[in-house]
């Protein structure tokens, strides 16, 4: 991802930075999605695991990316409370 773009880009629900989602963090994320009941913020499923992701400053929202492109719709957004074992930091 264009590292412009990455330092502009925020969280259209809280308004904070974003970050690439480290590689612990998409581990951790897509086992959860392998294992079922990880949902997106409007209620659906989301079933298919996840290539790249931004997460926010406080790592407790995710948003995909879609080849090169971030998903930045609060509704598609994923609570990272929903996995156990997602690492804080």
């Not at 412009?4 to 581990?27: F, H, T």
């Not at 290539?51 to 598609?76: F, N, S």
């Amino acid at each position: 991802m264009d590292r412009k773009l990455l330092d502009i880009l925020v969280c259209p629900a809280s308004r904070q930075p974003l970050a690439l989602l480290d590689r612990a963090g998409l581990d951790a994320l897509n086992a959860a999605i392998a294992a079922g009941g990880i949902t997106r913020d409007d209620g659906t499923a989301q079933a298919e695991a996840l290539r790249e992701a931004l997460v926010t400053h406080d790592r407790k929202r995710v948003y995909r990316v879609d080849d090169g492109i971030p998903v930045l719709l609060v509704e598609e957004a994923i609570a990272t409370g929903q996995v156990a074992d997602f690492p804080k930091a």
